[in-house]
Structures are given as C-alpha cells and as structure tokens.
C-alpha cells in the first residue's frame, strides 16, 4: 500500500480526553475514530489488526473443534422473556422498538438466542457434543465507557456455546475451550493470567476469567508468582495436564480473594497486580436449557436437558491489551502476528529519481513476494517518516536513501529491539521474504 493513497490520519498530539496509553497510541497511530460515547469507527489501519485478531480468535475455535455461524445483532424481547432475563439485565441493555411497536433490543450476549437455534433442530443425543460460535457486534450501555475500545459500548466479541448430553462432557467442552483461550493468547503475543471467577448460584468450579497484567487494567488480582514462569511453548502445546496445572496455581480477582480465609499461596510467592479481562470461560449447566424448554433424547430412550457453557474473548479489547503490553515511548510495537503490515518501506528522498525508482523497485518486489508492506512514498522530511514509523509500530523498517544506494546497500531496521543493519538489497528481500 502507497502511503500517498492509504486512509491513515496520524497525529501529534496526545489527545486530552485519552486517559492510558493504548487509547491514546490507538488515536494517534489512526486506528480508530470515535462517533459517538463508546463508539468507534475502525479506520483502515485499526481494521486491519482487528482482522488478524479475529481470524487468529477463528482458527483456534476451528482448532478446538467449534463452529461457526452468524446471529444477528438485534434480538427480540420476547426470545429474553423466555429466559426471564429480559427484566433482570438492567439498563446495560439497549431496548428499541420497531415501527410496529415490538420490542427489540441490541444483542449483548447471545445465550438465549442460540439455546432457540439449537431447540428448533436437535432432538436427538447423536447431534451431540457441539460447540457453535460467532464473532459478532454487540451493545452494552456502559455505565462508563472509557479507555477508548477497551471498555466501549459497542464491541467485538467472540462467542461460543457449548451443548453436551451430561456433566461429564460439559467438562470435556470447557477443557477444549481453556486449551484453545491458551492457544489464541500465546499467539497474539500476550501473557494471559487464568483467575478463577465465581460461578454464583450454579456453583462448581468451571468458570475462568483471563486477565492480561497491566498497570491500566481494571480488575485488581492475586496470583501465584509461579504462573508467570509459564513459557509460550507450553501454552502452545497446552493439553488437559496444563490446565490442571494451571488451574492449580492460586489466582483470584481482588473480591473474591477477600474471601478466601486463608490464602494457599505463602506471602513471597503472592503477586498482587492489575489485569485486563480479555476472556470468560463458564460452565452453566442447564439454566438455558431448561428455562427454554431444549430437550434431547438419550440413548436409552428417556429425556434430559444439555449442559451448556459459554465463552467469551473481547475481540476488541484485545486490540487495547496488545498495545498496553507492547509498546515503546516512540509508539505500538505489534507483535508480528497482527501487525498491520509487515513491512513499513521508507523512501527518504521522495524528490530524488533515482531513490524513487529503487524504492519503487524494491515494493514491487515486496509485493510479489507476498510481503505486506506500507510504502511511504510522500515527498516529506525522513525524521517525520521515522516518527511515524515508530508510532505505528510495523514490524520492520526498510530504508532507502542516497548515500546507501551509492555503496549499494538499503538499511532495515527491527522495530521491537531499535536494532538497524545495512544490507545489500538482494539480503535484505531474502529477509523479508524469508
Ligand atoms: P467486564 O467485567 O469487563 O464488564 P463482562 O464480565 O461483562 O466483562 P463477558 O460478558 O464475560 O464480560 O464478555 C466476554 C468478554 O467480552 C469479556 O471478557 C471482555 O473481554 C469483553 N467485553 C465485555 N464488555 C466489554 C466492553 N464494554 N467493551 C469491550 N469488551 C468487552
Ligand atoms: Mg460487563
């Protein structure tokens, strides 16, 4: 992508009404543009990470054996009367009615929704275990949105539903979940923290939230120091031994911790630290199912309610997270799995022929090999284009100017650890390409 043909308003200045530095980096870089309280336009460079965010949230689904469909974002009240959580959700649900007067309202979860798909053709125990998912908009009514996409109104999120024909395999569908949130969090670069969340009135203990440590997250939480020496290839590779593991360390948000008589963890090992929530896995049994009247038949012939759970990534909110967890004073270091493009290719002499057609040169060859490069071919200063590179945080930076050119040589320079080679071009593609 041509710089001079691309959509990407980046900007100087710190805006005042962006309080953590992710919001704040997320505005200037151009990644997004608020519209109204909590609602932001993705611009062109955001929607992109938001793409590879989603799609990496999609094949770890796919991985762990979900499906996925499309619900729509406008529900009908009558589907939550069902359930009987129409009047208990409160003011965090946006309620509308349609020009004949039915009430409507703005999905901000799908529970309901879904145990109706799922009730209009299962009847039978060989449709089961299935795990469904989306990832779809949805509206909460935020008492306080704020930090920008972190806590909106409107939001990306990923959901899925699991139905199994009894506890035992509800268990199974939970673990292949917690397996696939490792999975989906080590690849986008981030640390996540496993906490244990209360399961309310259902009780059991199959409820996690996953928290990304962050001096700007919301939730304070207590864990034990040895989940941070958990290693990415072992969340990679996690299986039913990790999550045993994993769920053994002691981890509580702040409330729940409280709680707890006497904490299992001795004081030199407790961590107290603020997270992000980017995650919540939770076993619920049958309180849809049986609420909305879904019944399958067994093999020996009798009928029971599926045990369902529900799982959440905030599609969205991760993007905050990454950028919280990585980045610089110069700006956002993306990890590579969702950088915007791979390659940022700086023309430092837009006003000089020969520099011109060598970097000319040199994207094309980028783009055929495939390399997602953003050339900034503007007739600017170089010190504004390093400046702007470094605030949008690509990967890798390919340096064309004069002086190289003359001794054949082109400079990259790895954005992550500021370290700067010269290269002939033949190596430096060889690189890039690699
Ligand atoms: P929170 O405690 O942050 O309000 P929640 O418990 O309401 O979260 P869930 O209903 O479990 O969240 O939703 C699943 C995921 O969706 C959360 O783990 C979070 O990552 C994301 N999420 C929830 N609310 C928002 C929001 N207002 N903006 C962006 N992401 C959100
Ligand atoms: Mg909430």
């Known amino acids: 992508m041509r710089l001079t043909r691309y959509f990407l308003p980046v900007t100087k200045e710190t805006p005042a009404d962006a309080q953590i530095v992710s919001h704040q980096l997320m505005l200037r870089a151009g990644l997004i543009r608020q519209t109204a309280a909590g609602i932001y336009a993705w611009l062109p460079l955001g929607f992109r990470v938001l793409n590879r965010i989603e799609q ?108 199994d024909l009894d506890e035992d395999g509800l268990k199974a569908s939970y673990e292949a979940m917690f397996v696939a949130y490792l999975r989906t969090f080590a690849r986008l670069g981030l ?41 990415r290839d072992e969340l990679l590779s996690a299986d039913a031994a990790t999550i045993a593991r994993l769920t053994s360390l002691y981890a509580m948000e702040e409330e729940e911790h409280a709680k707890v008589a006497e904490c299992p963890v001795p004081a030199e090992r407790l961590r107290s630290r603020r997270g992000i929530e980017v995650g919540h896995i939770f076993a619920f049994g049958t309180k849809y199912s049986a609420s909305m009247g879904l019944s399958v038949q067994t093999a020996d012939g009798t009928s029971v309610h599926p045990q369902m759970g529900s799982y959440g990534v905030g599609v969205s909110r991760l993007m905050g997270a990454i950028i919280e967890a990585s980045h610089d004073s110069s700006g956002i270091v993306w990890p590579e799995s969702v950088a915007p493009f791979r390659v940022g290719l700086v023309n430092m002499r837009a006003d000089d022929a020969k520099v011109t057609s060598a970097a000319d040169d040199i994207y094309r060859q980028l783009q055929n090999a495939g390399v997602d490069t953003l050339y900034d071919d503007r007739d600017e200063r170089g010190g504004a284009k390093f400046a702007g590179m470094d605030l949008i945080g690509l990967p890798w930076q390919l340096i064309v100017g004069p002086r190289g050119l003359e001794r054949g040589v082109v400079e990259l320079k790895n954005r992550a650890t500021g370290e700067r080679e010269e290269l002939s071009l033949e190596s430096a593609l060889a690189r890039l390409t690699a």
């Open 56 to 163: 990496i949230v999609r094949e770890e689904q796919d991985r762990a054996g979900a499906i996925e469909l499309l619900m729509p974002t406008i529900q009908s009240a009558d589907l939550w009367r069902q359930s009987g959580r129409y009047d208990a959700y409160g003011p965090e649900m946006l309620r509308f009615p349609d020009r004949k007067g039915t009430e409507m309202l703005y999905g901000p979860t799908n529970e309901e929704m879904i145990t109706q798909i799922f009730l209009a053709s299962v009847k039978s125990y060989r449709d089961l275990p299935r795990t469904l998912y989306h990832i779809q908009w949805k509206f909460r009514d935020e008492i306080r949105p704020r930090f920008g996409i972190m806590r909106g109104r409107e939001f990306l999120m990923k959901d899925a539903y699991s139905f």
């Open 191 to 231: 640390q996540a923290v496993p906490v244990k969340a209360p399961t309310g009135p259902i009780g059991g203990d199959l409820s996690h939230e996953f928290h990304i440590l962050a001096e700007t997250g919301e939730s304070a939480i207590f864990y034990d120091a040895a989940l941070e020496d958990i290693s």
